[in-house]
């Protein structure tokens, strides 16, 4: 996932002066995968802040936590609701809180309140997997619509509505057997890059 | 030098006797204590988990291998390669870099004499074995058998640890793969090297990936090939042991230093 959000936004081409991304995680794996994804762009000197509400209690996903706290990422005790204070600090939100695995936990809170801002920024949204709340097959209008998807493993049903300028995929560590198995027919991933960019949708 | 002043001793170059560096490597390179403190570090305060390390580390290797020697550039038939893995940690960064070089297009091979018994390491075998990657039953007899079958080999058999003298059957083996022609690829120390001073009669590697940073011993390498990979240490870290590292290009998980 950094490395697709680097594709798509390049430091350079950043409009804030400060490489400002905010990722949003969720309360399971979804959200577990954003803080390796913030660890990450940390490293390839972004500023990574991190909104992490409902903590895992998993002891893997704690250490995730610690790992990014220990590397100096900020972590936000509340998510704005002015959502003009989300515009102006951040170029790009990462959007890591609900998977493919997601049904329950969407309408229940803190994820319902941090849906219905994420549909009101106008600064890109980079989604992890599954635009949170779309639903994994039949996808989902009045939702959240992000302006790059990352899949993983391989794109979901959802992803067929999907209407933003990226789509990338990032799944080159499934074994063959594996694709043959659930007939996945990946695309060919370039040189040793870890993620491919599909033909884009529009 | 006639006519040029004398600017005094180059203070990029502590310590005196430790003649010409070679071009890429940073000035601080850590000690085998050093390198042993640093990881210590990411595991008890940064809480990574060795399996997170060692996925990255094998990934690294694999890339630069790629960069190095892509599939195009082999003589042989298919892009084969042997991976020799160690009993150790060097051994896991090995398995992980052969199921990366299968992903990659490469068809590698494994000899993995000595298995820890460990989950993680035998997850990392179980993992190479689904992805049809064959072991052998017993390392290639000569040095001609290797040089005909494989394109590469990649030595990770001992890392920054390795300490004393070196236990069978990998005494044997290295002395099979100094009398090779095919070019080796080292992970982090060239297999049978003092971690700081090296080894003038030892493993001479066409390449070197170093994991982290570049350790001592990597001043005497003399190959074609220097990488730096592992790209997940933390900017307080490299701070707080002075590495000095070079900035990495864009995502790249390597970075070429020669």
């Known amino acids: ?202 | 030098d006639r006519g040029c002043p004398r600017a005094g001793p180059d203070p990029a170059e502590p310590g005196s006797g430790r003649g010409p560096r070679p071009p890429g490597v940073p000035s601080s390179l850590p000690s085998q204590e050093e390198a042993q403190a640093i990881d210590q570090e990411l595991f008890t305060e940064y809480k990574f988990s060795v399996d997170q390390l060692m996925e990255l580390a094998g990934l690294s290797c694999a890339t630069a291998i790629a960069k190095a020697y892509p599939p195009s550039s082999f003589t042989t038939s298919q892009p084969t390669v042997l991976v020799v893995c160690g009993p150790g940690n060097n051994g896991g960064d090995g398995l992980v870099c052969a199921r990366h070089l299968k992903m990659f297009g490469y068809e590698p091979t494994v000899y993995y004499p000595k298995r820890p018994n460990k989950p993680l390491f035998e997850g990392l075998t179980t993992q190479c074995q689904k992805m049809d990657i064959p072991f052998l039953p017993e390392f290639p007899a000569e040095a001609a058998l290797i040089d005909e079958l494989y394109g590469l080999v990649v030595d990770a058999i001992f890392g920054f640890s390795f300490k004393g003298a070196v236990r069978e059957p990998f005494g044997s083996i290295l002395g099979t793969l100094q009398r090779i022609t095919v070019p080796i690829a080292s992970i982090d120390i060239p297999s049978g090297w003092d971690v700081e001073k090296g080894k003038a009669d030892g493993l001479q590697p066409d390449m070197l990936i170093s994991l982290t940073a570049p350790k001592k011993a990597a001043v005497h390498f003399a190959g074609r090939y220097h990488f730096l990979g592992g790209r997940f240490v933390p900017a307080a870290l490299q701070k707080k042991y002075a590495l000095n590292l070079p900035p990495y290009p864009e995502t790249d998980c390597v970075l070429q230093l020669t």
């Open chain 1, 1 to 202: 996932i950094p490395v697709s959000s680097r594709q798509a936004f390049p430091l350079p081409s950043l409009p804030r002066k400060q490489p400002t991304v905010l990722v949003v995680c969720g309360p399971a794996q979804n959200g577990a995968i954003g803080l390796v994804c913030a660890r990450h762009l940390r490293i390839f000197d972004y500023e990574p802040t991190i909104f992490y509400p409902k903590r895992s209690p998993d002891p893997l996903y704690r250490d995730f936590t610690t790992q990014c706290e220990k590397m100096d990422i900020p972590f936000l005790s509340y998510l704005p609701t002015e959502v003009q204070l989300i515009n102006d600090a951040y170029n790009a939100v990462v959007d890591a809180v609900l998977g493919a695995e997601a049904e329950a936990s969407e309408g229940r809170e803190p994820c319902a309140a941090i849906l219905a801002t994420l549909k009101l920024i106008r600064i890109p949204i980079v989604s992890l997997d599954v635009p949170s709340g779309w639903d994994v097959e039949a996808g989902s209008s009045g939702g959240i619509s992000p302006d790059v998807l990352v899949s993983l493993s391989a794109p979901k049903q959802c992803a067929r509505r999907f209407l933003g300028r990226q789509h990338f995929v990032a799944g080159r560590f499934l074994p063959y057997d594996v694709q043959k198995k659930f007939e996945l027919n990946p695309p060919e991933y370039p040189g040793t890059e870890c993620v491919v960019a599909l033909r884009a949708p529009r």
